[in-house]
């Protein structure tokens, strides 16, 4: 381990693109968590749903058990960004975004560009700070 890695822990989630690609779900560096782009796959079963909503939903899932194994939740959350091909597919995905956020109300950005693979119409990444969510 070099003296720039102290404190520095990788979070995998066993998705193939981790491996194929060079990437880490997440990286947790002191109190801080830094979440990857994350999208609407089932890691587990490897499949991904046509609908926005539900891929919304599972990038979710898929967020909230990196930020479990890296110790913090959504309360910690300090930065959302939201990355999309189409911008007609983020106003449907809004209530599931606000259960997650409404409460804990982080910086937000939605930006619109191409993603990986055709099917995914949504990829969140996510910023947390451990222990911040007290202050919610």
């Known amino acids: ?13 066993g998705a193939v693109f981790e491996e194929r690609i060079g990437y880490a779900r ?4 002191g109190d801080w968590v830094h979440v990857s782009g994350t999208t609407g796959f089932d890691y587990a079963a490897m499949t991904i749903s046509e609908d926005v909503v539900e891929q919304a939903e599972q990038c979710l899932r898929n967020v909230g058990a990196a930020l479990e194994e890296a110790g913090c939740s959504f309360a910690d ?14 106003e449907p995905c809004w209530p599931v975004l606000r259960r997650y956020f409404g409460e804990v109300r982080p910086a937000a950005t939605m930006m ?7 099917r995914m119409k949504i990829e969140i990444e996510v910023y947390a700070r451990r222990g911040s969510g007290s202050d919610v």
């Open 1 to 13: 381990m070099t003296k720039r890695q102290v404190g520095r822990r990788a979070i995998l989630s």
């Open 77 to 90: 959350v300090v930065r959302v960004r939201y990355l999309l091909p189409d911008r007609e597919d983020f």
């Open 112 to 118: 619109m560009c191409g993603l990986a693979d055709p």
């Open 26 to 29: 997440a990286v947790v560096d």
